[in-house]
């Protein structure tokens, strides 16, 4: 049995559509004995959205950069909760690197608070910074900046001064940040426990910086569209889901 887990945005969710090609190989793959999952830094309420609203057969999920874990039904086979001792630092250094927003994740909810900035989205709530004393922890915060490097120094920063709480990844220009110890890679690790699998039978593919970890750690595929850093790690390169599913079969 082989164990292949994808990234999300920009490896299975290519232009903004997931292919007829793509969800065919996936079923093919699963039709085989073999297993098939999603690691992603999406926020649980939004990747159940596309994973329903797609249809994606699946066995395993892995969100929020591995602070969610869940079989195909979606339910929570284990969670990593940062401490909400971290919730007001974080936002005071968000702040301070003028962050688009501060987005909290816990579950299906997701909670907004100003940063001081305008947020990029029409239709958001925002909450007064008092509401942070009221959460119990949170799976992921999420923020976007005006360019990747002042990403990369605010991601610097986190883990460099908050490693005790929390632990940052920089995607582009974007940052999820999740419970110490906590990514895709520890994720993947808990996941093929659960499973009961070698970590040799997985194949993981991805497109971008926050995969980047797991392509080194893994047998690994990138996507031909991905960002160059991220194709020179990897072993193999291909242009798409199905292609990747075919070498593998």
């Not at 903004?16 to 297993?35: K, P, S, Y």
């Amino acid at each position: 049995m082989k164990v292949l887990a994808t990234d999300f945005d920009g490896t299975l969710f290519r232009d903004h559509t997931i292919t007829d090609t793509d969800l065919d190989a996936i079923l093919q793959f699963r039709r085989a004995g073999n297993r098939f999952g999603i690691v992603t830094g999406r926020h649980f309420c939004s990747i159940l959205e596309e994973v329903r609203k797609n249809h994606i057969p699946l066995d395993f999920l892995i969100c929020c950069t591995g602070g969610i874990l869940t079989d195909g039904a979606f339910h929570i086979l284990s969670e990593h909760r940062a401490p909400s001792a971290a919730l007001h630092p974080l936002l005071e250094v968000t702040k301070a690197f003028h962050g688009m927003y501060y987005c909290l994740s816990r579950y299906e909810e997701r909670l907004w608070f100003s940063t001081g900035v305008t947020v990029p989205y029409d239709g958001i709530e925002l909450l007064p910074d008092s509401a942070l004393d009221k959460i119990d922890g949170f799976h992921e915060m999420g923020t976007r900046f005006e360019t990747e490097e002042v990403a990369q120094s605010y991601t610097d920063t986190l883990n460099r001064e908050y490693s005790h709480l929390v632990r940052a990844h920089r995607n582009g220009i974007y940052v999820d940040v999740c419970a110490p110890n906590t990514g895709k890679v520890s994720g993947l690790y808990e996941m093929l426990a659960l499973l009961g699998v070698s970590p040799d039978s997985l194949f993981v593919a991805g497109d971008n910086l926050n995969d980047l970890e797991m392509i080194r750690e893994f047998s690994s595929f990138a996507v031909s569209s991905g960002r160059a850093e991220l194709k020179a790690e990897a072993n193999f390169v291909a242009p798409d889901i199905a292609e990747i599913i075919s070498r593998l079969l």
